[in-house]
């Protein structure tokens, strides 16, 4: 039988495919209460629930989460996974555009933390993890205003951690490098690329979606959100990555920003 104090009611938003339907898979089957969510519910898997929620509508949001009270009585833990990616030249991207991935992957998630915070800071408990992105530690070409969009998530986590210390809520990010999913695929593009960039953008991401890149499984993601639940006090800035994407963040730390920039355009030459 579960130990009881061990089961957490948790939360993943982007529960239908991907990382999030990896974490759903892996937290359901150690034995805690999860509930996925997606635009579309159509299907119920087997182990975990998933919630209709979309995550750039607030009353779709408190709707989710209210059924998840309902059902449940609480929610212990909170993982902002949901995101949806972009790509091309900045220069050719539409504001509109632009505000769509940001809605998603920053404003997203805020909305969801408003409808679950407030039953934390009741039960003076609560663990939000925001799924960010290596991207968030440095501009990719022609993926700016992803890697803008994770880095304004990581600060907002950063300012958020600090306000909610006092109510006994954690705040982590997780920051993945790239893994086997959908979101290559379902990246947000321009309408057209224009003839400047044209070549240099076909060459970076001829090389972002071959073999090396998005291959790992996410199951590996789903390991690292299991280990911090278990935390007693979870805190700051976690990695899933490997190799030269791990790396990635140290040189970006260490080396003079023209050198960095000049490894970058390297790699993916
Ligand atoms: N895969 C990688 O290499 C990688 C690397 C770093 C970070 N990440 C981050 O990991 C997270 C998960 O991405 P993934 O790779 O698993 O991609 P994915 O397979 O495309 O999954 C994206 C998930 O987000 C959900 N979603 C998108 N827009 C939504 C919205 N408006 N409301 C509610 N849910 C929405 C989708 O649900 P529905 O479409 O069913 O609504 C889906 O479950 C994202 O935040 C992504 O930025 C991924």
């Known amino acids: 039988m579960t130990d009881q104090a061990f089961v957490k009611v948790v939360l993943v938003t982007g529960g239908s495919s991907g990382i999030g339907e990896a974490i759903c898979k892996r937290l359901a089957a150690e034995g805690h209460r999860v509930y996925g969510t997606g635009r579309k519910v159509d299907r119920q898997p087997h182990g975990y629930r998933l919630v ?13 989460v209210e059924h998840v009270v309902g059902e ?12 949806v990616g972009i790509q091309g030249p900045a220069e050719d991207i539409a504001p509109e555009l632009a505000l769509e991935v940001l809605n998603t ?8 933390c408003q409808a679950v915070l407030p039953g934390m800071r009741d039960r003076r408990r609560g663990l939000v993890i925001h799924i960010t992105s ?11 205003f992803y890697s803008a969009s994770k880095a304004a998530l990581e600060r907002y986590a950063e300012a958020q951690r600090m306000e909610l210390a006092p109510f006994g809520v954690h705040v982590v990010t997780l920051q993945p490098g790239e893994y086997r999913t959908g979101i290559a695929a379902a990246r947000a593009r321009p309408a057209s690329i224009g003839p400047h960039y044209a070549d240099a953008y076909d060459r970076v991401m001829r090389v972002l979606d071959g073999s090396l890149h998005y291959s790992r499984d996410p199951d590996e993601v789903a390991v690292k959100v299991s280990r911090l639940i278990h935390r007693s006090s979870p805190y700051g800035v976690h990695f899933a990555a ?19 920039e000049r490894l970058m355009m390297r790699h993916y030459r």
């Open 105 to 112: 992957n920053l404003i997203g998630a805020h909305r969801v």
């Open 72 to 83: 449940a009585g609480r929610i212990d833990v909170v993982v902002n996974n949901a995101g």
């Open 134 to 144: 290596l991207a968030a530690n440095y501009g990719l070409p022609f993926r700016g």
């Open 242 to 260: 490997h190799g030269v994407q791990r790396l990635s963040v140290v040189l970006k730390k260490v080396l003079p920003s023209r050198l960095f």
């Open 52 to 64: 209709a929620m979309d995550i750039t509508d607030t009353a779709s949001v408190q709707r989710g």
